[in-house]
């Protein structure tokens, strides 16, 4: 048995109606339906405040991960987990990489980089909700088993290595 189908076993086993609610409502913060008009609304405000590098630094950052996260689940087709109950429906794309765990790891990179560019006081604070916040989307879509755990790992690496590479090249 492999170490994805062992993690995904574990998580199965050790369900509870809590932890359920939780990872249910944790997901959504790595979905378009929250990000994307998050990230138009602080782009918006940043825009507001003459910070334009900052908010075109999100907008790419969030967008582009988005795009290559579909491109790459194309490409590689991988089907979705089936060890344990899913705990939500099934989405009709592939399963690597995790685009929930891609998506929320740009979204916050970039804003932690805001942060500390424009008020660096509040960079800690910012860095441990940021962590906190990928840590439990990409647990959640484990828990929920819509992912193995390899395609969180990308998704995460992944999202990390777009945000870098944007922020280099603006």
Do not use: N
Request: some cysteine; glycine content about 6%; charged content about 10%.
């Amino acid at each position: 048995m492999s170490l994805d189908t062992e993690i995904l076993r574990f998580a199965a086993a050790h369900r509870s109606q809590g932890l359920d609610q939780l990872f249910r409502g944790v997901t959504w913060l790595g979905s378009l339906y929250v990000l994307a008009p998050l990230s138009l609304a602080l782009s918006a405000f940043l825009a507001q405040l003459q910070k334009r590098w900052e908010a075109g630094f999100l907008l790419i950052g969030l967008s582009g991960a988005t795009l290559l996260v579909h491109l790459l689940k194309l490409v590689f087709a991988r089907p979705r987990p089936a060890v344990g109950e899913r705990l939500v429906a099934l989405p009709s794309d592939s399963s690597f990489p995790s685009a929930h765990t891609m998506q929320a790891t740009a979204f916050m990179l970039c804003a932690l980089f805001i942060v500390y560019r424009i008020w660096p006081q509040w960079g800690l604070p910012i860095a441990l909700v940021a962590a906190l916040s990928i840590l439990l989307v990409g647990a959640s879509r484990i828990y929920l088993q819509v992912h193995y755990p390899s395609d969180v790992l990308a998704g995460f690496m992944l999202g990390c290595a777009w945000v870098l590479l944007v922020r280099k090249l603006l």
